[in-house]
């Protein structure tokens, strides 16, 4: 078990009820915000997208030529823990959009004047853009974090430590790496314990896991990337069990978004695949199966006949701002 991170500032829930719409298309976008004051520890959505967001640098097809023309904007999937009690703040995923995403979570937990611990620590789930690319905004040139504990696996740590501009974070200690191993439970805030579980993906800096967040109450399962859930036998009932939410790879619809590639080569499980193999469990505990890491192309994105329909079966597409009571 690694200590967990030192809670050195304490805030209390100041935000009164907040409710703020942003530009999007009604009923489908994940661009809702909605913050209640609350007494337990919670999980917040800051991002639903896959790595590049939307609108997708140099997509000129309707997704995001619409996106564009009304002013919508996806951020790539991203996770926050806030403790009202201490005020403390994990952050799951450094992504390209994190400073709107941690102004977000600044607004949502009441946090202000944070300066240069604008989290208590950070989880990484993999090297890919999407996922922890944001870490260049804890250097010197902007928020200048002081020794702010990153956890991940050993193999994202070496990399990190050995490559520019990473390696410079971490010799000038404005990140600490913290190395987790699999299935061995840490704890990064009090009150919250998190275990890593390795997932098949294209690893090619670094391997990739799984987190499930374990809450006094509560157990939140987070895969955003994964290549399929059969590659490994009884990896998805791993996954799942004990869990009471999660959040799972819902990068590619049913391939329709894609229609030049060979479906067989397409490394994410398709949406309905992932429906399939869960549609009981869905159907017992409606809301507790839901979709993060949309790709810009997704009908899950643009078509709300189809989210209407997913959540008819007890399925959901993440949205910005939406919270778990942990
Ligand atoms: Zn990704
Ligand atoms: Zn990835």
């Known amino acids: 078990m690694l ?15 907040v409710t703020v719409v942003l530009a999007g298309c009604a009923g489908v976008s994940n661009d809702s915000t909605v913050a209640r004051p609350g007494r337990s520890m919670e999980l917040v959505v800051l991002g639903t997208a896959q790595d590049g967001g939307l609108p997708h640098v140099g997509c000129e097809r309707p997704c995001c030529a619409r996106a564009r023309r009304q002013g919508r904007e996806l951020y790539p999937a991203c996770l926050a823990v806030h403790d009202p009690a201490t005020g403390a703040l994990l952050l799951i995923e450094a992504t390209p959009r994190i400073e709107p995403q941690l102004a977000l979570l600044h607004e949502l937990a009441g946090a202000h004047d944070r300066g240069r611990r604008p989290v208590d620590c950070v989880l990484l789930t993999h090297a890919h853009i999407g996922h922890y690319l944001g870490l260049a905004h804890f250097g010197k040139e902007v928020a200048s974090t002081d020794s702010l504990p990153v956890f991940c696996s050993p193999r994202l740590a070496g990399f990190l430590r050995a490559h520019g501009p990473w390696g410079q974070l971490v010799k000038t200690r404005q990140i600490a790496l913290h190395e987790v191993a699999p299935r061995v439970a840490f704890s990064p805030l009090q009150g919250l314990t998190v275990t890593a579980v390795p997932v098949p993906h294209r690893d090619e800096y670094s391997d990739t896991m799984a987190f499930k967040l374990r809450g006094p109450n509560k157990t939140v399962l987070f895969v955003p990337d994964i290549d399929s859930w059969q590659q490994r036998p009884g990896l998805l009932d791993e996954l799942l069990d004990g869990v009471d939410v999660a959040y799972l790879d819902a990068t590619f619809y049913d391939g329709r978004e894609l229609p030049d590639r060979d479906l067989t080569k397409i490394r994410h499980p398709l949406m309905v695949d992932t429906m399939r193999r869960l549609a009981t469990r869905a159907k017992a505990h409606p809301g507790a199966l839901r979709f993060i890491h949309l790709n810009h192309t997704n009908p899950a994105l643009h078509d709300a006949a189809l989210v209407r329909d997913l959540e008819r079966r007890g399925f959901r597409v993440a949205r910005r701002g939406e919270r778990v009571a942990l």
């Open 3 to 17: 200590p967990a991170a030192p809670i050195t500032r304490c805030h209390r829930w100041l935000t009164p009820l």
